[in-house]
């Protein structure tokens, strides 16, 4: 590589370049839609009936490293839409862009490298000396639809990672393999957690003894807390008309991603994809005062939404989750004090799970045919975010574009032990949907008022957050939320009197526990017990017995512990109870 130093996405823009001309050459009837810089690489889509196969990357990658050798510039050009066609008279898939593209536009851009040519406005490195020789490797190849549309052709989409360096791409390789070792999926196997079944309930977890602890345990603390900072818990039916949703504008916007269907009497009813409309009948029940106000109801809603299947992905992507979902309603005066109280409890909460970097982005309108409201509404809720954040010295970028279509957000982001930053919690400000259901509480001035809303979610949805918690932890929770903070195994058969005492006194100070008393040697039991992550495992034999003590072999400690039972029952019933 020379001295010259180039962004790293240019780097990588300019890299998938080189890999379209080494397909190329060695697949000379590949069609081409495009690819750009993504994070950590990047991809390009390809049609062709020729399978890539991981076989096939090593082939790729030396014919990149060749034509990176070569030295080949990075040639700009522009062209008329005339002479763009013509060029690209044999790829359809440029000849599409060209037929939408604006003739009485600019001259197009386009690059060549070596008998390469491609529609790009660039940049690129000048050369392909700029570019690195030995730090990109192929990932993988996906299908992907053709502008992303399921109606039009699946491609070929082959993902690269790039870096910079050599040793920044072995450092993310590492990664890479140390996730692949976490994954939710392979923890939810070794831990007998929770299973899929794709061909009777695509999306929809399982949910196994112990993983359904797990998940218990989880809206059992966000619940414990909620009543702690006077939320009120209501629950809603999980099949409602679908008016509900052509009110709230959710149909226009979700309706294909929604199950639903007709009864006998002509109606269509919809499987509740979200909570909203829910909630706002529950607010519109009855009249509210503004001494009610802020009013706090919060909603533990299983939801379905249709997800395309090469879209699922374990507990990260499913059609069936449980959001912990809240309407705050309160008055404008209200509404900073509000922002502000349900982000500070969002980043305790996630202080508890051991989350201790958490970055925040401010999510501003688009410009869309779904989204709902005026644009001084927008200007008025967009201005009241802004203001709580700075106000209060909260640190947060804005994200253009990406608001919800009844409302700007704050959305918060963690990052785990892996150095992945993931979206979880959320604030939505809705001043849209309390009018559309015509809302309204009564003022001090004996009139009504129409209330501000607040969406929120702090987990969002569980099956998520628990995914995220596995892969970040590798299995190893806190045991306050392992399903099985200790597991008792007696030594031979001789001792199973005395591991079910260790048991019972254990359930009787509230640890939930178990004694493994299968025929099998203690050795292979614990190595059985530490693959399925158990957090203790409590050995009892006849020294033991006999002094009333057990011998503690805790996850990732090589040392050995003996206490007395009596200490260890007072450790354990401190250290499984929910945080405050």
Same mark, same amino acid.
């Given at each position: ?81 005339? !002479? ?5 008279? @044999? ?100 831990? @007998? ?39 009120? !818990? ?56 503004? %001494? ?45 004090? !509000? ?12 202080? %508890? ?21 005026? @644009? ?30 009844? $409302? ?34 009564? $003022? ?30 590798? $299995? ?44 099998? %040697? ?10 399925? %992550? ?12 006999? @002094? ?33």
């Amino acid at each position: 590589m020379s001295d010259k130093q180039y962004p790293i996405e240019i780097i990588r823009h300019s890299l998938a370049h080189v890999m379209a001309a080494a397909i190329n050459k060695l697949y000379p009837d590949v069609k081409f839609a495009g690819g750009p810089a993504i994070e950590n690489g990047f991809y390009y889509d390809f049609d062709t009936e020729y399978k890539f196969s991981p076989e096939d990357f090593p082939k790729i990658e030396k014919e990149m490293r060749d034509l990176i050798k070569s030295n080949g510039r990075f040639e700009q050009k522009n062209v008329s839409l005339s !002479e763009a066609k013509e060029l690209f008279a @044999d790829q359809p898939y440029k000849m599409e862009w060209l037929n939408e593209y604006d003739a009485s536009g600019d001259d197009l851009s386009i690059f060549i490298f070596r008998d390469f040519t491609d529609l790009c406005r660039g940049p690129h490195v000048e050369t392909s000396k700029n570019l690195p020789r030995d730090s990109f490797k192929i990932r993988s190849v996906a299908g992907a639809y053709w502008k992303g549309d399921s109606g039009n052709k699946m491609l070929q989409r082959v993902y690269v990672d790039a870096f910079a360096t050599q040793s920044e791409l072995e450092e993310f390789l590492k990664m890479q393999e140390e996730a692949a070792a976490r994954d939710n999926r392979k923890l939810g196997r070794d831990m @007998d957690l929770f299973h899929f079944e794709p061909e009777y309930a695509p999306g929809a977890v399982f949910w196994h003894d112990k993983g359904y602890k797990i998940y218990r345990r989880l809206i059992e603390y966000i619940r414990f807390r909620q009543e702690q900072a006077g939320y009120l !818990e209501i629950s809603t039916p999980s099949v409602m008309d679908r008016s509900l949703w052509e009110i709230s504008g959710h149909w226009a916007k979700y309706g294909e991603h929604n199950y639903s269907g007709k009864t006998q009497d002509g109606k269509t009813f919809c499987i509740k994809p979200m909570s909203c409309p829910g909630g706002m009948l529950v607010f519109g029940h009855g009249i509210t005062s503004y %001494k009610d106000l802020p009013l706090y109801l919060a909603e533990f809603g299983k939801v379905n939404r249709y997800e395309a299947a090469g879209g699922l992905s374990g507990l990260m992507r499913v059609r069936e989750f449980t959001q912990d979902d809240a309407h705050i309603f309160c008055t404008e005066n209200q509404l900073e004090e !509000e922002v502000v109280k349900v982000l500070r409890f969002i980043k305790d909460i996630y202080s %508890k799970f051991g989350f201790d970097k958490i970055s925040m982005k401010l999510a501003t309108r688009k410009e869309s045919e779904f989204r709902i409201g005026d @644009d001084d509404v927008w200007d008025k809720a967009e201005a009241a975010l802004h203001n709580a954040l700075k106000k209060n010295g909260i640190e947060y970028e804005v994200a253009v574009g990406d608001a919800a279509f009844y $409302g700007p957000k704050i959305d918060n982001y963690l990052k785990d032990s892996m150095g992945r930053v993931w979206q979880c919690g959320t604030v939505q400000l809705d001043m849209n949907l309390p009018e559309r259901f015509d809302l309204s509480y009564v $003022g001090e001035d004996g009139e009504k008022h129409r209330p501000i809303m607040l969406h929120r979610a702090m987990l969002g949805s569980i099956e998520r957050f628990m995914g995220i918690l596995l892969e970040s932890t590798g $299995g190893n929770l806190p045991l306050w939320l392992s399903p099985e903070p200790v597991v008792v195994t007696p030594i031979s058969e001789k001792f199973k009197d005395y591991a079910n005492q260790v048991v019972e006194d254990l359930r009787a100070a509230g640890v939930y526990t178990r004694a493994d008393m299968r025929d099998e %040697k203690v050795n292979y039991k614990i190595r059985e017990l530490s693959l399925a %992550k158990t957090p203790i495992i409590a050995v009892v034999g006849e020294k033991e017995m006999a @002094d009333k003590t057990v011998t503690l072999r805790k996850l990732g400690v090589e040392k050995q512990e003996t206490i007395s039972l009596d200490s260890f029952v007072k450790q354990m019933k401190t250290s499984v109870k929910i945080p405050k």
